[in-house]
């Protein structure tokens, strides 16, 4: 089988090697179809630390190869591989507190960029027909947004700052519109606020020095009743959510464990309570519930879809930061 594996940053090479031995109580997936974001060309470029070497590609669909004893998944079944799994269990061996209880799948474990996978069936969840390639390779910043969506605990007809008009931002939006609830998308990318309302997120605003007015217009001057921060949108101040917050309100700052710094002044004074939402799979279902009802939009998107030889390529060219353009989703497919 083919497998990439990154063995230094910017070297990425391709090897064949012996298909993967069964293992008991696993099934074995061909992969057939990986998205490629900002994330995974980072690494490639070693602007994010990862081990070496390490086999990229974090969201991959595949098809269950051979049947495994797990009925629910008889060979065929189209399933999404889950980009987050549990680390392994130290058994009687002292833990180590300052290590994650997960991993992240082409960043701080191997990824998916590869024919064969032998996955626990607890690591995969069957595609509906309705459900695309495409629109599946989205559904865990679905998940992460249904998270931070949950975590806020907005009620019908208030008022939510997002903060980061990155996917998870975007699809929080449409969450909560769904939710019934007033989403206000903020981010200092003029483009990226255009192409959210073409998304339908239709209050949107740019980070400048009338930003405060121009919530407090929207609210009646009664500030938004929650806010999210997408971590990873290091263009946006990371004050902007407790700036908008009316006193007492809840803020969810959203991302994958990435360094930030905040001055937590103003959260005490009005008295905010912060919680923090990361990447897990748990949600993944939901997130397949949501697609299929329409909560979620994929619309606006335009997914394209490369050969395996363009890999390298894909990732060395991709635009870094607020460069990318969200509407373009890259997938590359195995088959």
């Known amino acids: 089988m083919n497998v990439w594996k990154l063995t230094a940053p910017e070297k990425l090479e391709r090897t064949e090697t012996e298909n993967p031995a069964r293992e008991e109580g696993k099934v074995r997936v061909r992969v057939t179809k990986l998205f490629l974001n900002g994330t995974d060309a980072a690494i490639y470029r070693g602007t994010i630390a990862t081990p070496s070497p390490i086999i990229p590609g974090r969201y991959a669909v595949g098809l269950i190869a051979e049947e495994g004893g797990v009925s629910y998944l008889p060979k065929g079944t189209r399933v999404l591989l889950h980009a987050v799994v549990d680390a392994p269990d130290t058994g009687t061996k002292q833990k180590n507190f300052s290590e994650d209880d997960f991993l992240l799948c082409g960043r701080t474990a191997d990824g998916y960029l590869r024919d064969l996978v032998n996955l626990s069936p607890e690591n995969v969840t069957a595609l509906p027909d309705s459900v695309s ?135 005490f004074r009005k008295q905010l309570s912060v919680f923090c939402v990361t990447h897990r799979s748990d949600n993944l279902e939901a997130a397949i519930n949501l697609a299929v009802s329409g909560a979620v939009d994929f619309s606006g998107f335009e997914i394209c879809t490369d050969k395996a030889d363009n890999i390298e390529a894909l990732l060395r060219d991709h635009p870094a930061g607020a460069a990318q353009n969200l509407k373009v989703i890259r997938t590359v497919t195995l088959v």
Do not use: W
């Open 133 to 267: 390639d495409g629109k599946a390779l989205l559904l865990h910043h679905v998940a992460l947004a249904k998270a931070a969506a949950d975590k806020l605990g907005v009620k019908k007809g208030q008022h939510v700052a997002v903060v980061g008009a990155n996917l998870v931002g975007l699809f929080l939006c449409q969450l909560l519109i769904y939710q019934q609830a007033a989403p206000i998308l903020i981010d200092a990318d003029p483009a990226r606020l255009e192409f959210a309302k073409s998304c339908g997120i239709y209050y949107t605003m740019t980070t400048d020095e009338h930003l405060l007015d121009n919530v407090a217009n929207v609210t009646g001057g009664r500030l938004v009743s929650g806010a999210v921060y997408m971590v990873s949108s290091i263009r946006n101040s990371p004050d902007i959510p407790f700036t908008v917050c009316a006193p007492g309100a809840n803020v969810v700052l959203c991302g994958f464990g990435e360094q930030l710094c905040m001055d937590f002044a103003l959260p």
